[in-house]
């Protein structure tokens, strides 16, 4: 008598076929941006190295100002964010991370209360709209 051989396990890529299509869209979501970061990552890299001669890949000129900020772009979508630099170049160089530290917010705070002890208030509202076509009629009251 033959015994049936128990089912393989599941392949990864069967695996997320299982899954719903938001899950689906999800993973190929995050492997769309790790290949992005991996590119942009490589083309800064060799942006900033000199490669052998032995290679025989003739030296690029080019900016990666552009590459620098589809990295920074990707990394965001992670959540990571770059750091400040405190008092050098980057930043007012106050506080904490380049901000103003509490002391000197309330300076500022009570330097405008001298200056102008009343309060203005801003108040936005979305444009009129114009339609065409004929004016409701309302009925007179008497």
Not at 62 to 67: C, E, M, N, R, Y
Not at 68 to 73: D, K
Not at 87 to 96: F, I, V
Request: charged share 20%; no cysteine; hydrophobic share 40%.
């Amino acid at each position: 008598m033959k015994t049936k051989a128990p089912a393989p396990a599941p392949a990864p890529v069967n695996k997320i076929k299982d899954e719903d299509s938001e899950d689906r869209l999800a993973v190929v979501s995050t492997f769309v941006r790790l290949g992005i970061l991996i590119w942009s990552g490589g083309i800064l890299t060799l942006a900033y190295i000199k490669l052998p001669p032995a290679l025989g890949i003739p030296e690029q000129k080019l900016d990666p100002t552009f590459i620098a900020s589809v990295f920074t772009g990707v990394l965001a979508t992670f959540g990571v964010q770059t750091a400040k630099k405190n008092g050098n170049g980057n930043g007012n160089g106050n506080g904490e991370n380049g901000g103003i530290s509490k002391a000197e917010m309330q300076k500022l705070i009570n330097a405008a209360a001298q200056n102008s002890p009343a309060q203005t208030t801003k108040i936005e509202q979305d444009p009129a709209k114009a339609k065409a076509g004929e004016p409701p009629v309302v009925p007179p009251t008497s």
